[in-house]
């Protein structure tokens, strides 16, 4: 809204003739303006969906104090992946046991046609192998001391999407596999070794 504000500035003499042009000053009320954009403001709080935290759920085993009752579960070799994560973001997986691997250790990559290739390939050949569903593939994830944050994140975002029934995160290395990635001692204990007969003792499944 503008208003138009006129004044005559005088100044001539009384019963002269000539006249002087009047000066004009202009002015902007932003008043409305300011009105309407906090009507703006509000209105896009309102209806503008804030952005969520992103999180996955993962099952965690309880504490026990005593470490001696927890008893190893048996599982199916051949239904058991290992995925090694190492240094500068390498990863190796194979099947079944490290001595007589069901599918030998192989450098595999993150992504659509890396490792998610290979998990929806081989959970659906345990399938077959069991003939039963609720009898999946078992994966164990063992992040190295070399290995990032990011890594376990990527392989833990890529366990959700193909929706692998049970999987474990263990930081035991075996020597052979601490070979096998070329970290030395890539666990967290270097004497002791997870092998797929007991992936339950070290981490709850996460279904």
Known sequence: MAELNTGDSGGG????KKVRSKKQNSKVDLTAMVDLAFLLITFFMLTTSLSKPQSMDLGLP???DDPTK????K???NRTMTILLGDNNQMKMYMGLLATPKLAPKEIAYGK???RKELLKQKEAVIQYTGNKDKGLIVIIKPSKKSTYRNLVDILDEMAIVDVPTYAIVND???EESKLIGVDNA???SGSSATPEAPAAEAAPAQ
């Not at 003499?13 to 002269?16: C, D, E, L, M, Q």
């Not at 927890?70 to 579960?73: A, E, H, P, R, S």
């Open 13 to 16: 003499k009384k019963g002269s």
């Open 62 to 64: 309880d504490k026990d």
């Open 70 to 73: 927890n008893k190893d579960v």
């Open 75 to 77: 599982v199916d070799e």
């Open 113 to 115: 046609e890396g490792i």
């Open 173 to 175: 290395y075996a020597p």
């Open 187 to 189: 666990g967290a204990s």
